[in-house]
C-alpha cells in the first residue's frame, strides 16, 4: 500500500498543464436543461452499462490510467442526464465529463483515459461524474433523488475499485498536496480557484461514499 508521501504527486507541474488552467464550466444552459416530463423510461438498474449515444467534444487529449487518482463528483444544474450529455456534444460547451446519470439512466461521454474538461486542477487526475440536479438544492431536495445518488455511489465505487483510489472524502488541503480520494468541484475551486460550487454544500456527499464504500464490499 502507498504512503502518504508515495501517493503525492508534482500539482506545480501539474497545475502548469494547459488542461489544468481554465475554469471549466459543465453547466448546462436553461434550453437544454429540462426535465423531460411526461417521458417514460425505466429505470435502469445500477450495474448497467451506461449509454454511450453521446459523446463530449471538449477534451485534452490521453493519459494513463495509471494517473487518475481522484474521483470528482459534480452536478449539472438540470434535471436530467441525457439533456446534459447532448449539451456535451454542442461546440457552445466550455465543459465534460466521463458520465451524467440521473434517477434513470446513465451516459459515458467520455472514455476513461481522456482528460476531460471539468474542474481545475484535477482533470488529468480526475475521473469526473456528473449528477443532475442543482447545487442550490437542500439535503431533502437532494435525497429525493436516492436513485441518482445510488447510482453515483455505484459508479464511483467501480471506478475507484479499478483505479486503486480510496473511498474516502479528501479535503482541499489534501486535494491540493496529491492526495488521492474522492473531492467536489466546490473542493476543486477552494484547493486552485475558479467559481464553481457543486454539487453544493447541502448535496449529501458523506451519505453517497458510505453507499460507494458498501458497493465496493460487494465488487
Known sequence: ???????????????????????????????????????????????????????????????????????????????????????????????????VLDDRECYRTLDNDVIPWGAKGANTRGFHIEIAGFAEWNRDEWLKHREALRRAAYKAAVHAKSFGVPIRLLTPAQLKAGKKGFVTHAMCTQAFGGTHSDPGRQCPTEQLLDWATEFAEQL
Open 1 to 99: 500500500m502507498a504512503t502518504e508521501e508515495e501517493e503525492g504527486v508534482d500539482l506545480e507541474a501539474l497545475l502548469a498543464a494547459p488542461e489544468e488552467a481554465g475554469d471549466y464550466d459543465c453547466t448546462v444552459p436553461p434550453e437544454f436543461a429540462d426535465d423531460e416530463e411526461g417521458v417514460e423510461r425505466p429505470a435502469q438498474p445500477l450495474e448497467a452499462a451506461c449509454s454511450r449515444q453521446y459523446t463530449a467534444v471538449r477534451q485534452s487529449g490521453r493519459r494513463s490510467l495509471s494517473q487518475i487518482g481522484l474521483i470528482v463528483i459534480h452536478c449539472t444544474q438540470s434535471n436530467s442526464a441525457r439533456s446534459s450529455a447532448q449539451w456535451f456534444e454542442n461546440t457552445r460547451a466550455q465543459g465534460s465529463a466521463h458520465l
